[in-house]
């Protein structure tokens, strides 16, 4: 299949978790459901992890339990000091470019969130859209409808030509089932929903020739 399209997850794909910055957006998540919602914090790491498996994201189980403000959620979890834990990534900036393909985003996360992070890694101009949850509402990975969301925003309507990168194989089974070549960033790579591992972005190039090649296959097909 003539490969055309990429979406990468932002969060701890484009920048790698041990950089601690998702470790502190899991720490407000926690502080936003004891602060907003009266919640004890010994009940909140289990109510976290079912949200978490069953809605896709803690931010649609509190929705569908609490009735929360989507917005003040998502103000409160991302208001961090950006420039603790990012920086201007000029390598990762060449790399992307050097792509020949469509370049899109596809999170859970907000645009807000994502220009901020995608500023500070001076990447802004690399992407030719973002797939964020709005675009995604009321659905959110690893939902399949995220992913019919996101093929056609992107205005790619086989997902055989398309590559999907996440830290997640929860996010990446989906995609593979649909047909997409699924790459999993920084993580354990024997599951048969992911096409490929990649220790970090950086090793898109060397791991994954094909995608300057312009030919792929997932194992799926
Ligand atoms: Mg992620």
Known sequence: ???????????ST???????MWVMIRQRIDLYMRDRLGLSPDEIPALRHDYFTGYGTTLRGLQAHYGIDPQDYLNFVHDLPLDDYLQPEPQLR???????????????????H???VLNKMEIQDCFDGIVDVWALDPYCKPQREAY??????????DPQ???????????????HEAGFFTILVGGEGSDPAVDRAIADIYDL???????????ITSNNQ
């Open 1 to 11: 299949m003539k490969f055309h399209t990429l979406f990468f997850d932002l969060d």
């Open 14 to 20: 484009l920048y790698p978790e041990s950089n601690g």
């Open 94 to 112: 060449q790399l992307l470019l050097s792509i020949p393909h469509q370049r899109w985003i596809l999170t859970n996360s907000d645009l807000d």
């Open 114 to 116: 994502v220009n901020r």
């Open 148 to 157: 019919q969301r996101a093929l056609e925003l992107a205005h790619a309507p």
């Open 161 to 175: 030509g398309c590559a999907f990168l996440d830290d997640s194989i929860r996010n990446l089974a989906p995609a």
């Open 205 to 215: 190039r060397a791991s994954v020739p094909e995608l300057w090649d312009g030919f």
